[in-house]
């Protein structure tokens, strides 16, 4: 099955056999469905936190931040812009020269509402000879598109989301990269005034975001007042998976084996290898002006307040849970806090031992830490918060993604409809132990919570692993929070279109 030269280039790649072997058995037996016990609400695995909780976690991270604590916002920005412009893409491909259907008709209208309409503008001057105002009056809409989304232009198409002018001011236009360094600066500097932001971004485009973090850093930095130590990390060829045929067998393309990018599971490698006490992460596109920064901010510290909470509390237990003499009715306290805080739940734990009960409460409590922001699902059910059960027969919150549920189950789906929140991407990790030692969160990976899709090569049919989600299956053994944030502090940008919503105007 392998050869000679494919064993180098595993070898190359930092990818054993075992590991091929392991994900060509999974295009075999395929991932199982999780079971759940139902969705995630409020009362029920979601914390909707009051008006005094709120307060008292603010005012909880405010302490925390006068620590030297290394507090890092991971941000995951290797995503092409391509999929942001499909609409276009289309449109500029097809025989028609005019915008026909809603989406053309609004962009073109509101065109110069974008932030980069003036390079547009420019780009359309000197390609075209003539400004964006005057082709649309000649009806010459394509020469518009094709200089945002070319080389010859601005490129659009082909740049990661982080590098597209998102946001207008009065004196800038701002990037998403942009807008993440002055929220590091509002919520995520130390006693030193020292702001760590890390990015996860493609090896082609790297030289583009550094260039651009150059061009941009000592204007934040002298806004703010900080400090900003910025580094870049790029997917490991390590978390690469093979694709297969449709008979399960490795697939080749001119006799190589075809390697595809592991998906944003692979990123908590990337993720174990930061030396940080608190670790925010959020998606690139989610951001807003600074005008409706407040609440993004202000929930961003509530929730990190409440994990610093939790941690202080499970860290107190822990050293407790050292005294192997500790008495029942302390265990019973911690065991109520494990169930009643950490929303982990085990039937019969009255039948354990004093001692089976101390080694489970310390395995429960010694884990890596998130709080997980959920929003009001105002849209169709589907992944987001659920109650699964675990390996170990114990019960605890889960993020799924709707493919992870068997859909075919009647009393699955309808616990999948019944699920009021879903998952915005709004985490803030804990990745160390008591004593100060760095977890190391690959152990703390479930690898049966992958995903299996049909892609194609050259015409050809092929079969795709991902690996378990960073916020699903690779956090699937750490203790999980949930708390009900506002859906104003979500505002992703799916489309060029959604610039124009208010949010991001």
């Keep these: 099955m392998l050869n000679t030269s494919d064993k180098t280039i595993l070898h190359d790649r930092g990818i054993s056999i075992l590991q091929i072997e392991d994900q060509l058995k999974s295009f075999v037996t395929g991932f199982p469905f999780l079971e759940i016990r139902g969705a995630a609400e409020l009362g029920k695995g979601i ?62 209208d509101e065109i110069e509402k974008f932030a980069f309409y003036e390079d547009l503008n420019e780009a359309c001057k000197k390609n075209n000879k003539l400004s964006i105002s005057e082709l649309i009056a000649s009806k010459q809409y394509k020469p518009i598109v094709a200089n945002l989304l070319h080389e010859n232009g601005l490129n659009y198409g082909a740049l990661p989301k982080g590098l597209l002018k998102f946001h207008s001011y009065p004196t800038q ?37 550094e260039k651009h973090l150059n061009e941009s850093v000592s204007i934040f930095e002298k806004h703010f007042g900080v400090t900003y130590k910025v580094s870049f990390s790029e997917q490991k060829p390590s978390t690469d998976t093979i694709a297969a045929d449709e008979n399960n067998q490795p697939f080749r393309d001119k006799g190589n084996l075809v390697f595809r990018p592991g998906g944003h599971g692979a990123l908590i490698e990337n993720l174990n290898d930061l030396d940080g006490d608190i670790i925010f992460i959020k998606n690139i596109d989610n951001v807003v002006p600074d005008s409706l920064k407040k609440n993004t901010v202000t929930y961003k510290k509530i929730i990190a307040g409440i994990l610093i909470n939790l941690q202080q509390q499970s860290f107190a237990y822990l050293r407790e849970l050292e005294n192997e003499s500790i008495s029942t009715a302390k265990l019973s306290i911690i065991a109520q806090f494990c169930e009643t805080k950490l929303n982990n739940h085990r039937e019969n734990l009255h039948t354990l031992s004093q001692s089976e009960l101390r080694l489970y409460l310390i395995g429960k409590l ?19 918060p659920f109650l699964t059960v675990n390996s170990d027969g114990t019960v605890s919150p889960q993020i ?23 998952n915005p991407v709004d985490l803030v990790c804990a990745v160390k132990n008591y004593r100060g030692e760095k977890f ?46 506002p859906i104003e502090t979500f505002n992703p940008v799916k489309t060029v279109n959604d610039l124009l919503r208010t949010q991001h105007q």
Aim: glycine share 6%; proline share 4%; aromatic share 10%.
């Design 366 to 384: 010694n884990r890596p830490m998130r709080v997980c922001g959920m929003v009001k699902n105002v849209g169709e059910p589907g992944g987001g």
């Design 47 to 108: 914390i909707q936190v009051s008006e005094t909780e709120l307060q008292t976690a603010l005012n909880i991270w405010e302490e925390y931040l006068k620590s030297d604590a290394t507090i890092i916002k991971f941000v995951p920005a290797s995503g092409a812009a391509s999929r942001m412009f499909k609409d276009l893409f289309e449109f500029l491909e097809s025989n028609k020269s005019e915008p026909t259907n809603a989406f053309e008709h609004k962009f073109f």
């Design 173 to 209: 236009k701002r990037t998403p990269m942009q807008e993440h360094l002055v929220e590091g600066a509002l919520y995520a500097s130390n006693k030193s005034n020292l702001v760590n932001i890390h990015f996860t971004v493609s090896k082609e485009h790297r030289a583009l975001f």
């Design 400 to 422: 799924l993604e709707s493919s992870q549920i068997n859909l075919n189950n009647p009393a699955d789906k309808e616990k999948m409809l019944q699920s009021t929140h879903f």
């Design 440 to 485: 190391n969160l690959l152990k703390y990976v479930d690898k049966s919570t992958g995903f299996i899709s049909l892609k194609s090569k050259n015409g050809k049919e092929l079969k795709a692993l991902e690996l378990p989600g960073l916020w699903n299956g690779a956090m699937s053994d750490w203790n999980t929070i949930f708390v009900e944030v």
